[in-house]
């Protein structure tokens, strides 16, 4: 793997923090990280970035803080944040079924392997334990993915496979069960509110244009940010994943391209309560269920309790992650190029948010 002298790294900082030394200190850290890596922190009256190894190794182009990547089920936290934004208008009720919310194909998909949509409610998706099986997670869905990298799929398509690969997990509401599904349901149900494609919906809702977000866009559905680096290339291992077709993850559950910068604003913008029209709604955003597993997961965010105090985060297949810390005040996020680099990013990312 090539290494980088320091110097070297400092290119691959946004011109703004060259000079900043706590850029040179993050940079310092993500050197000997075994992926090439891009992290930015905010908050605590900080806010810097660094970043080390390519973006793209076939033209050599620098990894930066403001590279965009795919950043996979990072995705969720978005759609929950703007379910949120219509429960505040009133718009939808969390305890609400989802039968007569998603598409009537969704609900026949999932009703004909007896999962129970009238007992579902939003509340269930959104906190995982609606009893859905992840085929996010099946091995076979890999499999197919990779077999044919330009197929295009569809929520109906995905259902489907929920559907063939497993019975429902338990009772709604009763155990905590990661699943994918959940959030592409959820994103057919903003569609359905709002009468708007997901992606404008959740940029209108969370009011993404306001926050100073240089790389976001959401694929398939819009197009990249004027002026915005190119994309990242991804890999799994020695694999380059760049090309594969977007649909496989876009309906909710993933879908957007963003740098480490934007998932460090738009965090901290959330945990600030500037995303909402109530402050306390956030608190809501947080409220633990009742469910089995109810503590590690609220909606659309993970909770990790350390001995520094709890840790708000959440990550992404490719090797994305970004984390809160109330304690410190700060929030990190940092992407890794390559999979391999995700248990990486987050060790390192969570000392940062945790250390002095």
Avoid: C
């Amino acid at each position: 793997m090539i290494r980088y002298a320091l110097p070297l790294l400092l290119l691959a900082m946004p011109a703004t923090a060259q000079t900043d030394p706590r850029s040179t200190a993050l940079a310092q850290k993500l050197a000997p990280l075994p992926a090439p890596m891009a992290m930015y922190v905010t908050g605590d009256g900080k806010a810097f970035g660094a970043a080390h190894g390519l973006a793209d190794p076939t033209t050599g182009r620098a990894l930066t803080a403001d590279t965009p990547m795919r950043i996979a089920s990072n995705t969720k936290t978005f759609v929950a944040a703007t379910v949120l934004r219509l429960w505040e208008q009133r718009k939808i009720d969390l305890d609400a079924p989802i039968a007569g919310l998603i598409s009537p194909a969704l609900n026949a998909i999932l009703v004909a392997d007896k999962y129970e949509t009238g007992k579902i409610t939003v509340r269930h998706l959104l906190s995982h334990s609606g009893g859905l099986y992840d085929h996010g997670n099946d091995k076979r869905y890999g499999e197919l993915i990779f077999s044919d990298p330009s197929h295009k799929w569809t929520p109906e398509t995905l259902a489907g496979l929920v559907t063939e690969y497993a019975d429902p997990l338990s009772l709604p509401g009763t155990k905590f069960a990661y699943a994918d599904i959940d959030y592409i349901l959820l994103g057919d149900v903003i569609q359905r509110i709002t009468g708007k494609n997901l992606a404008a919906a959740v940029r209108e809702q969370l009011k993404l244009d306001k926050l100073g977000l240089r790389s976001t866009y959401w694929e398939v559905f819009e197009q990249p940010r004027p002026g915005a680096e190119p994309r990242a290339r991804q890999f799994i291992g020695d694999k380059d994943v760049t090309a594969v077709d977007a649909s496989f993850d876009l309906y909710g559950g993933g879908g957007l391209v963003m740098s480490a910068r934007d998932l460090a604003v738009f965090f901290k913008a959330l945990f600030d309560g500037k995303l909402f029209a109530n402050r306390r709604t956030i608190e809501v955003m947080l409220t633990e269920g009742t469910h089995e597993k109810a503590d590690i997961y609220r909606f659309g965010l993970f909770v990790r309790h350390t001995p520094r105090g709890d840790i708000y985060w959440h990550a992404g297949f490719w090797g994305t992650y970004v984390g809160y810390h109330p304690e410190s005040g700060r929030v990190v996020a940092a992407m890794a190029t390559n999979q391999s680099g995700y248990g990486a990013a987050m060790k390192t990312a969570d000392a940062v948010l945790t250390g002095p």
